[in-house]
């Protein structure tokens, strides 16, 4: 054998040849060992060390203190002479062998052993053999899971409760970190059924009561795990149950419960439900970017350095779902019904009483494109506006949100008659259709959901059915000929409109399917011809909607029955956002002088944007005038299914009349003044109301009462609001006074976690880490009380300037209870001049940091303090520069003991209850040793003396 070397480091021996300088190489990637050594060889030297070569026993043995561990596969497992290699070994040592019965997976903060065996084995020199578990170093919770689990098995994180899938997900799942206080229970797999409620509550019955606080529950698959079932386990096991939306792969939390293929990140993290059913977000993940305005809201666009922008009019939260972004102001939608998308991080935006929303996908672009960075995004609209925004901003993108069906005939039609597309605004039945001939077969509606089609294909079938006139005959029954009318001019109108106030509808005869034009408007991708120079874009959307309806309503009727739906009376808000929008999206008011307009506008003409709508509310003799009315008008047939399908396809696909007409430079626009905007902004005159002009008898159901706008170059003014109240100011540090002895709620830790954000995380995972390799560090107290209190003591720490509210320094003084008191002298800067009486009392509101007192120059003058109370920061910053520091908590009480002698004076203070002359001794011994004041660098220590008591 050639001559051999033995290389230590902090947590391991490496036995390798001598001439070999990167043996150490072997230990990376390790779990760090809270007390034992790892035991090691080179691969050239590995046989040997598993033999107990005398060679190799001779150069380990003055290098071991204690247990060793040794990564070696089966190194525990007995062979066929019933003695394990791991036995020999130990008593060649001397010392207690960890080892692996089975092969062992490096993964996250543990070593796992699998295939046959009982896991990692202890083996005595003396010859006993203890089980350690399937993972090394074990986490808390391993100690307490039963010998038998039935209806589950081992994963390096937990549990898996599953009934048999394919390898490849349990190597998905061995791949999740393990964490020290978080036993993961994963539910199901992509390959499998869900396992039923019974199956889940035997499993967590199975484990002890004290074990179950540590459960975190995740599902793997889609459906795998509802929320209904956890509520039910919630219930029977009397106990809050902790559920996982996203586990932490390759550093990143991800959703295993969507999509098998993509897995897409996650903000949420975790969430608690209460055994009567209250779910609640506990942990997130902050959204990258943004600042957050509370504990539970972020401001779109808002960074430190910029306030008052537009982006602070939109609020964004974290839900389970994703993410929900919705004006400031209003009120949050019922996120507990989103449904998360399944391989991608879903927004969902609603756009309900928003100002200006169609600045909503530029303020969005900057976040969506640092999400994108992590996996796939989906916008998802919540409601109307959010609709026509997403629709309008994202060409291409906007599928049709309702289920589509297949006619015998290969046409794509709507599978429910009442489809509402893209738009909020209800579809007004029409009051006079034309009568369906006697004897018209109906089409039988082959029910094939295409709820996942493309629009692209949608638009593709429609345009390719272009069948003749004789195909048309079998589709359509004939209709009576229709002679058509020149359109005519909204002054012609409304001349006939104040002629003919009772005029009777006109019934007119339907297109044929064969006629009617296939155009489509390009936000949907499906047609690239323009329409012809003298047709709008609104007028040809809407021949597209009405082409494949068979059942036209009369020109009277249908422009009431859109008007009623879609015109409404604006709120102050959007008045005011009628300032605001470029010319091209003005409203052009209507002459004053002129009467209102009777709801008579033909389809094909764009809407009058200038008067003002609102629900007229009937006289008293208007309810008779209208039952006699009703009674002499015949009653109006029902839409036919085929006509009543295409049309909610073309409004599926195309959005309603309101959307084209009313949306503030939407397609359907016609042009606007660009003269108007600089005298809007003038001028702003009262508006005078005219009265209700009278209403057509034949439609009393959809009378409204209109409102005409001056005809002036100004638009009428808000109306006065209240002021919005002024924020508080926020507290200082010196307005804080933490009380003593106050424990911690769990709110103030949510709400106090949830401020900081990625500093928390970061503290958060740096203590986790501290805990493990320190077991003395825990103690029987709440655990999420205590990861939160020394989480802060470190934040604190690391930035003891920052300003921090009462909720903060409630938690951090848990914190610091419980971390070593400090029995020294230690120095914190002061301004220079300042000076206190001796004999004089001063108390800390807050806890202040100061510095050892052989440290560095803390300021222009010091005051020495000696501290017996004060807590010891060497645990929690260990391996930082300042692991030296002290903080001392709030409420501790300093006497000025006077001021040392000497080229440099200092300030001497020492707590109330020390002896007043041991310590002015140790105090004047201190600043002897520190000689003059120096320049300070670091202003961490410096800060101005404490109140008076």
Known sequence: MTSITVQRTGFGIVVAESDDAEATAVLEGLPPLRAARYLTAT????????????????????????????????????????????????????????????????CEGTLFSVGGGDGWIAQSPLGGRVRAGRRYPAPAWQSQLPESLRGAAHIPAGLWITAGTAPRHAMRLAGIAVRERQLLVVAGSPSEPAPTEERLLAVLRSLPVETRSAVVLAGFGQGSLPLDVVRSLAAALDQPLRVAH???????????????????????????????????????????????????????GETPTTRRRAGDRWVVHVVSAGLVVRPAGQPLVDHAALEAPAASLGIFVQCDGAQQPAALPALLAPLRERLEQRSAVTIHPVDGAARRVVRD?????????????????????????????????????????????????????????????????????????QPDAAAADDVAPAQPERTVQPERT????????????????????????????????????????????????????RRARDAHVTNVPTVDTAAAAWYAAAVRRPTPAEASDDAALPSDAQQTPAPAAAPAPAPTIAPEAAA?????????????????????????????????????????????????????????????????PTTEVGEQREAAPERVAAPAPAQPAA????????????????????????????????????????????????DQRHRVRSALGSRYDVASRTVAQLLAQQPGMRVATDRSAMLTGLSLVRVFATEPHAEYDLDFHTCLAEGLAMLPTARSVVVRGIPAGVDATPGSLLRLRTPLVAAAADGPATGPSEALIWTTSGRRLDRVLH????????????????????SAEGPSPRLLLAEESADAEQALARLQAAAEARGEVG??????????????A
């Not at 320049?935 to 008076?948: E, M, V, Y």
Request: charged letters at 20%.
């Open 43 to 106: 691969p050239a030297l590995r046989d040997a060390l598993r033999s107990a070569d005398a060679e190799v026993v001779d150069a380990v043995l003055p290098h071991l203190d204690g247990e060793v561990v040794v990564p070696e596969a089966g190194l525990a497992k007995r062979g066929d002479d019933g003695e394990a290699e791991s036995t020999r070994l130990a008593q060649a040592l001397g010392v207690s062998v960890v080892a692996p019965e089975g092969r062992i997976v490096r």
């Open 246 to 300: 996203g586990v932490e792969l390759d550093g990143a939390p991800v959703r295993i419960d969507g999509d098998e293929d993509a897995l897409p990140t996650t903000l949420a993290l975790e969430s608690v439900c209460a055994p009567d059913g209250t779910v609640t977000l506990e942990r997130w993940a902050p959204p990258p970017g943004l600042v957050a305005a509370n504990a539970v809201e972020y401001r779109l």
């Open 393 to 465: 901003a994202y060409p291409g993108e906007w599928a049709p949100t309702e289920s589509l069906a297949i006619t015998a005939d290969g046409r794509i039609v709507a599978a429910a008659a009442d489809a509402s597309g893209d738009t909020d605004v209800p579809v007004a039945p029409a009051a006079t259709t034309e009568a369906v001939a006697e004897g018209t077969p109906a089409t039988e509606v082959e029910a094939v959901e295409l709820a996942t089609i493309a629009v692209a294909v949608a638009v593709a079938s429609l345009r390719a059915e």
């Open 490 to 541: 909204r002054a012609q109108r409304r001349s006939d409109a104040t002629e003919q106030p009772s005029r009777t509808p006109v019934r007119a005869a339907a297109v044929p399917a064969s006629l009617a034009p296939a155009t489509v408007d390009a936000v949907i991708g499906g047609d690239d011809d323009a329409p012809a120079p003298e047709e709008s874009a609104g007028a040809a959307s």
């Open 608 to 672: 009058p944007a200038a008067p003002r709508a609102r629900p007229a509310a009937p006289k008293e003799a208007e309810p008779a005038a209208a039952a006699a009315a009703a009674a002499g008008a015949p009653a109006a047939p029902t839409r036919a299914a085929a006509g009543a399908a295409n049309d909610a396809l073309s409004r599926a696909l195309q959005g309603s009349a309101a959307t084209r007409l009313l949306g503030g430079g939407t397609r359907g626009a016609t042009a606007r």
């Open 699 to 746: 439609t009393p159901a959809l009378a409204a009462q209109v409102e005409p706008v001056v005809a002036t170059a100004a638009v009428a003014p808000e109306p006065a609001q209240a002021p919005a109240p002024a924020p508080a100011p926020r507290p200082t540090a010196s307005a804080i006074d933490v009380p003593l002895g106050v424990r911690s709620t769990a």
């Open 879 to 898: 391996g930082t520069p300042g692991a030296a520091d002290v903080v001392l908590p709030a409420g501790v009480r300093l006497r000025v003991l006077g």
């Open 935 to 948: 320049t300070h660098a670091i202003d961490r220590w410096f800060g101005d003396l404490p109140l008076a």
